[in-house]
């Protein structure tokens, strides 16, 4: 039977997911959303799910080291292959997983509605050492993810919507960075509680995505997503939709001013944590272009407590900016760059 949608899914496992709830459960954030995935999976009649769950490193025995990986490969809503994998350790990220990809996926992509999702932590701009625990010398950034993505679509093809589901994802450097590999990105330009974004919206695709148009559904994804945040949160919510066409023209006007900033910061120590802060682009002047809101649909709001509870709009992109004691111990913004 054909399929019309393509639903990639990476969970990155490999670090500290682990949280309680109010009453006290203890829950692993990245199990939580294996299981959203493998909901998606069979409540898509029409599509593929490819579900790739990265592990930490384990041994048999304390001796033998096992596979990594975890892989899950539905079509029409049922599965048709589960087995483990061996984690790609060179220079290349997402090379194992673009194999498993090509290998399973459906011959026919002609009219196929692709969706790649990532589910992690925050990844780094630079740097990326530790991102693994299991591989802590093993750097990944913003641009290997980047590369890595690219290696599903290497007919040049996009996919119609990406969803970083990570913390300070709306960058103008990520999102220039994925912007060759999707028409339509959602991410949050601050902190995502847990890292993981509501992914019920993707079940019964052919229905949420109604008339065809992604954009629509790319908003309806992130309100649902920040709906349900909301609800569980005191801390701030921001998701934000961004049309990867239409940003260019404000990516273009600052990537000089983005890329100093991205140079001064790999000039930086194990330092830079504490002398470093995310803020809007919009606190930044330079940032401040007429262009700035073309192409992006914010949801927002503020926390509840803190120093920031009283900001009640987010521009939807997120710089970088130097901790400053002034007066008072406030802080103030000085030239932005990045950890």
């Not at 999102?175 to 019964?204: K, M, T, W």
């Not at 001064?264 to 700035?292: K, N």
Request: glycine residues 10%; charged residues 25%; contains cysteine.
């Amino acid at each position: 039977m054909a399929v019309s949608y393509s639903i990639v899914c990476v969970i990155h496992g490999d670090g500290d997911y682990l949280y309680h709830d109010t009453t006290g459960n203890e829950y692993r954030a990245d199990e939580e959303a294996l299981a959203g995935a493998l909901r998606v999976a069979e409540e898509n009649p029409n599509g593929e799910v490819f579900i790739f769950h990265q592990q930490p490193r384990r041994h048999f025995l304390f001796l033998f080291p096992l596979p990594d990986g975890e892989f899950h490969y539905y079509r029409n809503g049922r599965l048709v292959t589960k087995e483990s994998y061996w984690r790609d350790q060179d220079s290349m990220h997402l090379s194992a997983e673009a194999g498993l990809y090509r290998s399973c996926r459906a011959e026919n992509r002609r009219g196929v509605t692709g969706v790649f999702v990532y589910c992690g932590q925050e990844i780094p701009e630079f740097g990326g050492a530790g991102y693994d625990r299991s591989y802590p010398d093993r750097p990944f950034t913003v641009r290997d993810f980047a590369d890595g993505v690219r290696g599903f679509t290497r007919d040049s093809s996009r996919f119609d919507l990406l969803v970083l589901s990570s913390c300070f994802g709306g960058t103008p450097y990520t999102i220039g960075a994925l912007g060759s590999s999707a028409r339509y990105i959602v991410a949050s330009p601050d902190n995502l509680h847990l890292s993981y974004f509501d992914l019920q919206a993707l079940e019964r695709l052919e229905v949420g995505l109604g008339d065809g148009k992604m954009a629509d559904f790319a908003v309806r994804f992130a309100q649902q997503s920040f709906d349900r945040l909301t609800e569980s949160v005191q801390t701030a919510v921001s998701v934000a939709v961004y049309d990867v066409d239409r940003v260019q023209g404000f990516l273009s006007s600052v990537e000089g001013v983005y890329d100093d900033m991205v140079a001064v910061g790999q000039g930086e120590t194990r330092a830079s944590s504490a002398t470093l802060q995310h803020c809007d682009c919009a606190e930044i002047a330079r940032f401040v272009q007429p262009t700035m809101g073309d192409g992006v649909e914010v949801f927002y709001r503020p926390a509840r407590f803190g120093r920031l509870k009283d900001k009640q709009t987010h521009s939807g992109w997120e710089c970088w900016r130097e901790r400053r004691s002034g007066p008072a111990g406030q802080q103030t913004a000085g030239a932005g760059h990045t950890e």
